[in-house]
């Protein structure tokens, strides 16, 4: 509150100051056409296309580098998720196929816990990927289709 009473106390002479600054600026003599440049000219027009240019290569590079950095470790080559089922609001089991193994993974907040390994297939990884595809067509289908 204190503050605002101050601001319109100050206000007036502020005012004053704008009125002053601009009387100045308007007696000083204006810049005459024949010393701005050009914006059409070819000096003008390769100054925006380089920084164009720089700008998109920036662009690229820091996509490259957020790919490089992060991409890295979660490239997942040879591990596929089969399958996950929630067992709580955070909490859910999942299964995992690292090479010809399967693994059954506890997965909560902050923590991954190993509950099964299996050495041989459990499940057939190409059944589920083709289960999980027809589930969602028809899922997709029912909602489109006449009810």
């Given amino acids: 509150m204190r503050s605002l009473l101050a601001l319109l106390m100050l206000l007036p002479s502020l005012v004053q100051a704008a009125e002053e600054s601009l009387v100045q600026v308007a007696k000083e003599p204006a810049v005459s056409r024949a010393e701005l440049p050009d914006p059409l000219s070819w000096s003008s027009m390769l100054q925006l296309g ?73 499940v057939d990884s190409e059944a589920v990927r083709g289960a999980v595809f027809a589930d969602r067509l028809q899922q997709v289908l029912g909602r489109g289709g006449p009810e």
């Fill in 50 to 122: 380089l920084g164009l240019l720089l700008v998109v290569g920036l662009i690229l590079l820091l996509g490259w580098l957020v790919k490089r950095v992060n991409g890295a470790t979660a490239s997942g080559q040879g591990m596929r998720v089969l399958a996950a089922l929630p067992l709580g609001q955070r909490e859910r089991a999942v299964l995992v196929q690292v090479g010809q193994e399967q693994l059954l993974l506890g997965v909560a907040p902050g923590r991954v816990s190993l509950l099964k390994h299996f050495d041989t297939p459990v």
